[in-house]
């Protein structure tokens, strides 16, 4: 079985026991938690779409870690004119396991 949910304004695909690098959610390492947003449930050659989402399809996760992206620089020159802006960015990121899948 698998669904396809909206978290952070992205899509994700999961199944059962995915481990996913999603934007930052609230919540400590083993907490659980309910992503209500599922836009499609599909199981072999059955497939619900929801329009926009599932009703009563829920997916259940657990937070594994809290944790960083990797360190992406902006980096702006304006040649001969002695003027450059250097910046960084992390992003701030939740690693969850996707521990159940409900389809209604």
Not at 21 to 37: C, H, P, Q, T, V
Request: net charge positive.
């Amino acid at each position: 079985m698998y669904a396809v949910i909206k978290t952070g304004g992205k899509q994700y695909r999961v199944s059962t026991d995915d481990v996913l690098n999603i934007e930052r959610l609230a919540g400590e390492a083993s907490s659980k938690i309910e992503f209500s947003d599922v836009l499609m449930v599909g199981s072999g050659d059955s497939v619900k779409v929801g329009s926009p989402t599932v009703s009563g399809a829920k997916v259940v996760a657990e937070v594994v870690e809290q944790t960083r992206g990797p360190k992406v620089i902006a980096f702006k020159k304006r040649r001969r004119k002695n003027s450059r802006r250097k910046r960084g960015h992390r992003q701030d990121l939740t690693k969850v396991r996707i521990t159940e899948i409900v389809g209604a």
